[in-house]
């Protein structure tokens, strides 16, 4: 492979040597970051060791926003663009409400959400340190805060009871398919942030059994999950007490459940689990 490029055509065609499969719409990206042929050959290396995109470029478009991304941060997926426009919906329909991304990696969902709604408080938590520093930079850009903790548990005290919409992107993956994840997402990115236990719902229940602590009294969860497992997830919710709605993004094969936190005598309407 050369290691100069003349033309964002030859660079096309090395890209689509190394694997790339959208390598035109990659090349033009590339060939407009890069500031001089060293750069730019530096970059096309990169690439082919499965560096992400994103990660070359420091951003990622996402639902409207460009957010920026750092080595070792979940790279935002299209696919998770259903879940902040639920996010951004529930949302809208307060006056003054209150956001929480919990799991937010880079905080795209915070900062989809924030620049929408210019009178929502949001507030987005990550337990890795890499991911809490890039959501950090967002935050300000955006105008989200940011802490660090497990789950829940480094939100804002004050928060408790009062958040109106807790949207996650949890990590779903079954562990045993970890290996067959695609290369650049395997070496680039935490198994953290993909890694959710046996089923892939491990991270998601326990979200759950704290979520209705934080959830003000007609508050909302927000969880992505992958089609298949929309039966187990509903029903994960609906033992913990939820009573749960799917939102469906077929081409993306994608599904965001919305539970609402059932209380006592309202727990006998609680939607059923699909079977
Ligand atoms: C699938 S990524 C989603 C990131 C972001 N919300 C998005 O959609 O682009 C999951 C994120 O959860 C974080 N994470 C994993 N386990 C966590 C935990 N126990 N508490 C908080 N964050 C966690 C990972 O660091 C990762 O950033």
């Not at 094969?253 to 309202?266: D, E, F, I, K, W």
């Given at each position: ?26 090349a033009a990206l590339l060939w407009a970051r890069a500031a001089s042929t ?49 996010a951004v919906d529930a949302a809208r329909a307060r006056p003054r409400p ?178």
């Amino acid at each position: 492979m050369p290691d100069r490029f003349d033309s964002p055509a030859a660079l096309a065609a090395a890209l689509a040597a190394l694997g790339c499969v959208a390598a035109d719409a990659e090349a033009a990206l590339l060939w407009a970051r890069a500031a001089s042929t060293d750069e730019l050959a530096d970059l096309v290396a990169r690439r082919g060791e499965g560096v992400p995109l994103e990660v070359l470029l420091g951003y990622a478009d996402f639902g409207g926003v460009r957010v920026a991304v750092t080595p070792g941060v979940f790279v935002p997926r299209p696919r998770s663009e259903l879940l902040a426009r639920v996010a951004v919906d529930a949302a809208r329909a307060r006056p003054r409400p209150v956001v929480a991304d919990v799991c937010c990696g880079s905080g795209a969902l915070a900062a989809v959400v924030a620049s929408t709604l210019s009178q929502a408080r949001v507030v987005a938590s990550d337990v890795e340190p890499a991911a809490v520093a890039c959501a950090a930079a967002n935050g300000a850009a955006y105008g989200f805060e940011v802490v660090a903790g497990d789950l829940c548990a480094g939100l804002p005290d004050d928060l408790r009871g009062q958040v109106d919409v807790l949207v996650a992107n949890v990590p779903h993956v079954p562990t045993a398919e970890l290996p067959l994840m695609p290369r650049d997402t395997r070496s680039h990115e935490p198994a953290l942030a993909h890694d959710g236990g046996d089923d892939g719902l491990a991270v998601l229940r326990r979200l759950a059994e704290q979520a209705a602590a934080w959830l003000a009294p007609e508050g909302v969860l927000l969880v992505e999950v992958a089609d298949r497992q929309v039966p187990a997830a509903t029903s994960s919710l609906f033992e913990r007490g939820f009573a749960v709605a799917p939102e469906h993004d077929r081409e993306e094969r994608t599904t965001v459940l919305v539970g609402r936190a059932q209380r006592s005598s309202a727990s006998t309407s609680a939607s059923a689990p699909e079977r």
